[in-house]
T-cell receptor, first 110, second 114 residues
Framework: DQQVKQNSPSLSVQEGRISILNCDYT??????FLWYKKYPAEGPTFLIS?????DKNEDGRFTVFLNKSAKHLSLHIVPSQPGDSAVYFC?????????FGAGTRLTVKP | DVKVTQSSRYLVKRTGEKVFLECVQD?????MFWYRQDPGLGLRLIYF???????EKGDIPEGYSVSREKKERFSLILESASTNQTSMYLC?????????????FGSGTQLSVL
């Protein structure tokens, strides 16, 4: 059973526009959420995280929003740049259990 | 910067072979992990380790074993490789004893079992 779901396998946006990547989870016990970015031929790298006691965390062009009642989080990238083209994984964690989504491939067109 | 190094980028093995995937991290991290990445399934945890000689099963440990004899090195062993173990294998490490710490990943090993 996949406790973390990214229902959009791919997303294409124009450079300068906003990219919104979505993630849903089923386990209400998750208390920490992370986003990782993965370029081809490289391992995933940490991007941004949020604790369940917050509903928003911002780091430069990247903002993560958490809606606990809906068990939903999203990653906003504003403005999107061609270098942001990558696969984005969301992850949810509680204690010794970190689960990953299937990933969303973002393509930012010049 | 933390560096997590996986010994092979690509590996081709035959069914029934014993396969060793090696991973080394250089930042004195306590925690180390092995994941496999398959299309549509994301990253699934195979095994993890909190300390030398300690190991814990993840979601899909069947057909795999691990070894952690030194803090910096975590090995994944496929006792008898099968075609359904063809996958991208990712090693990761993190500091501390809290699992929520962000992970640092290696570049991955693409294993093909023929």
């Amino acid at each position: 059973d996949q406790q973390v779901k990214q229902n959009s396998p791919s997303l294409s946006v124009q450079e300068g526009r906003i990219s919104i990547l979505n993630c849903d989870y089923t386990n209400s016990m998750f208390d920490y959420f992370l986003w990782y970015k993965k370029y081809p031929a490289e391992g995933p790298t940490f991007l941004i995280s949020i604790s369940s006691i917050k509903d928003k965390n911002e780091d430069g062009r990247f903002t993560v929003f958490l809606n606990k009642s809906a068990k939903h989080l999203s990653l906003h990238i504003v403005p999107s740049q061609p270098g942001d083209s990558a696969v984005y994984f969301c992850a949810a964690s509680v204690n010794n259990d970190m689960r990953f989504g299937a990933g969303t491939r973002l393509t930012v067109k010049p | 910067d933390v560096k997590v190094t996986q010994s092979s980028r690509y590996l081709v093995k035959r069914t029934g072979e014993k396969v060793f995937l090696e991973c080394v991290q250089d930042m004195d991290h306590e925690n180390m992990f092995w994941y496999r990445q398959d299309p549509g399934l994301g990253l699934r945890l195979i095994y993890f380790s909190y300390d030398v000689k300690m190991k814990e099963k993840g979601d899909i440990p069947e057909g795999y074993s691990v070894s952690r004899e030194k803090k910096e090195r975590f090995s994944l062993i496929l006792e008898s490789a099968s075609t359904n173990q063809t996958s991208m294998y990712l090693c990761a490490s993190s500091r501390g004893v809290i699992f929520n710490e962000k992970l640092f990943f290696g570049s991955g090993t693409q294993l093909s079992v023929l």
